[in-house]
């Protein structure tokens, strides 16, 4: 089974930035979509950045043109480069990847990471 493993959470003030970065382990097969959800307290898991194998991209539209998401389908990793941090970005970060396993036959699996806070104050 595919297992993620997050880095790079911290402490950053407001208009500051900040890197995370997810690896994913090996498998035979191929992660469709990799990238990141966010929780703060008190409130819903939201989408924030995701990436597909043939490079489509989703983002967020309260993170869009601050976040940037990257992905190396070859090392099974994906960052996330966040800049001009907003309070409102504080919340526990988390990597994401589905993938399905038996193709056209179902099966769809989704695999979440550790998480890693994010905490924007001043």
């Known amino acids: 089974q595919v297992q993620l493993v997050e880095s790079g959470g911290g402490l950053v003030q407001p208009g500051g930035s900040l890197g995370l970065s997810c690896a994913a382990s090996?498998?035979?097969?191929?992660?469709?979509?990799m990238g990141w959800y966010r929780q703060a307290p008190g409130k819903q898991r939201e989408l924030v950045a995701t990436?597909?194998?043939?490079?489509?991209?989703q983002i967020a539209d309260s993170v869009k043109g601050r976040f940037t998401i990257s992905r190396d389908s070859a090392k099974n990793t994906v960052s996330l480069q966040m800049n001009s941090l907003k309070f409102e970005d504080t919340a526990v970060y988390y990597c994401?990847?589905?993938?399905?396993?038996?193709?056209?036959?179902?099966?769809?699996?989704?695999?979440w990471g550790q998480g890693a806070l994010v905490t924007v104050s001043s």
């Open positions: 994401n990847a589905v993938f399905w396993p038996h193709g056209d036959m179902g099966g769809r699996v989704e695999v």
């Open positions: 090996k498998t035979r097969f191929d992660i469709f979509r």
């Open positions: 990436m597909t194998t043939d490079g489509s991209k």
